[in-house]
């Protein structure tokens, strides 16, 4: 039963460490995150992920800017192409990435 529980279509899965795969999805939205926060950061990296597949996959990542955290919702859609959906603020590196609500206007980057 956990097994399918993990795979559900909707189901958001538990956080783990972020891989390479999640770093690359991460990178493509920076832009629109140091738009989005008026804050151009040296350090952008992902630290955990927890995923939930819909109609293409909604990554919700800690991501560590230097001494505070993000967590950011991205949707990436069948074709792959990747959209910043949401922006969480002043996270610390304690909290758990969970699963949030869309909290942007349309913020698309295709590459």
Sequence with gaps: ILALQLMMPGGTRKAEAATAQHQEVVDKV???VEAKTGK???TFTAV???TQTVAGINYFVDVDVGGEH???????ALDQSVTLAGVLEGKSADEE???FAPNLESVQDSK
Excluded at 70 to 76: G, N
Aim: aromatic share 16%; no cysteine; glycine share 0%.
């Design 30 to 32: 920076r832009a629109d």
């Design 40 to 42: 151009t950061y040296s």
């Design 48 to 50: 955990k992920t927890a």
């Design 70 to 76: 993000l967590h950011l919702r991205i949707y990436q």
């Design 97 to 99: 990435v969970q699963y």
